[in-house]
């Protein structure tokens, strides 16, 4: 079976402050991970993928297969990272379906 | 150059109605996908289609829930006789190409069902 856990709703830092978000999955196979992320208002977004290795608006994440887990990273928060962020798997061999967390809630204070 | 739009995007039944929700996808989008949104947790997956070909309909949590996309482009999700735990956002996503993580998945606003 497929899970994803974000074991934060909310986490809140000031501006500046390091960010983690964290992720862990539950698969037997190879995974593909994402973040999506919804601003206040916003259509839900993705954010950026394991496969592509990339760093969006500051943000990081990678891949660890031995701890499964996927966190999201940013040095240094701003006030319009502010938002709901989940984390989502694909499991090739589950179909095209995305396996979203609960997601967490990110604050960022000034 | 409008993304996925969907309609309508507030929607009350009474217990036992029966509602349609539409989804438009972005023009040219191979793959459609549902999505159910209970409050406080993340979308679960409901239906997914490839052209007018419905390919995997694991997510469809009771047989009251019927999708379909007749021509390719437009789909619509049914709920017959509608109960109170179908209360939640309804989520429509589309992507260019066959679903792979190389496509990305473009959300619409979604359906906020309610039902009372």
């Keep these: 079976a497929q899970r994803v856990t974000q074991p934060e709703k909310l986490l809140s830092v000031f501006k500046g402050a390091p960010v983690e978000l964290k992720c862990n999955y539950s698969y037997s196979g190879s995974p593909e991970l994402f973040w999506y992320v919804q601003y206040s208002r916003q259509r839900l977004q993705l954010l950026l993928r394991h496969i592509s290795r990339e760093s969006i608006k500051g943000f990081t994440a990678d891949l660890n297969k031995g701890e499964t887990s996927f966190h999201l990273k940013k040095p240094f928060a701003q006030e319009e990272d502010s938002a709901m962020y989940y984390c989502a798997l694909r499991g090739v061999e589950y179909g095209n379906k995305l396996v979203f967390g609960a997601g967490t809630i990110l604050r960022v204070k000034s | ?116």
């Design chain 2, 1 to 116: 150059g409008a993304g996925v739009s969907q309609s309508p995007r507030y929607k009350v039944a009474k217990r036992g109605q029966d509602v349609a929700l539409r989804c438009d996808p972005i023009s040219g989008h191979v793959s459609l996908f549902w999505y159910q949104q209970a409050l406080g947790q993340g979308p679960e997956f409901l239906t997914y289609f490839q052209n007018e070909a419905q390919l995997d309909k694991s997510g469809l949590p009771s047989d009251r829930f019927f999708a379909e996309r007749p021509e390719g482009s437009v789909s619509t999700l049914k709920i017959q006789r509608t109960q109170q735990e179908d209360s939640a956002v309804y989520l429509c996503a589309s992507s260019l190409g066959l679903a792979s993580s190389y496509n990305e998945q473009f959300f619409g606003p979604g359906t906020r069902l309610t039902v009372l």
